[in-house]
């Protein structure tokens, strides 16, 4: 799939550009972060487009949020391989929903259950304040049900093995 494929583009153009020294350590997370930004602040995104960037413009703020309150030492890999992974996870499971609602309402609960389980049994911290990691679970009018603390290389790894064997 596309999104496999970037994935492993983005990741190899990172490793290539930290060896030599011409990219910074958060580029990808930067990136990422603020294609997501501009999206939520155009005029031109859909309410659908801004709800899920939200969503990824608040799951990549916890994780800086979280690392800095627990005064933990992360690298540029790190971030860049939680925000390409999270914008991974979110782009599969919204290429996946659109996919199985031309199957069943069957198949789109468990695209979403997939997924949702992929993010709620990876956390990346263990946060006990579940009022705000599960914010997004707990809201049914959302596109994204998941879980802040969420290790996104982890929860994706799991979900794209799991989704297999739900759309053969």
Known sequence: MINVIMRKFLLLACFAALS???LSAQS???TVYKSALAKVNSAASSQEQIDINQFEVTALNYIQMQVKKRALTKDGYFYDSQAVNLK???DDFLYYMNKARSVSAEKRKAVIECYRSASLQN???GDLDKERTLC???D???YTPFSLDTDWEKAYDQATAKIKTILK
Do not use: D, M, Q, R
């Open 20 to 22: 030599v020294g011409s």
């Open 28 to 30: 990808l997370y930067e």
């Open 88 to 90: 991974s996870f979110v």
């Open 123 to 125: 956390p990346l911290f």
């Open 136 to 138: 997004y679970v707990n």
């Open 140 to 142: 049914k009018s959302t």
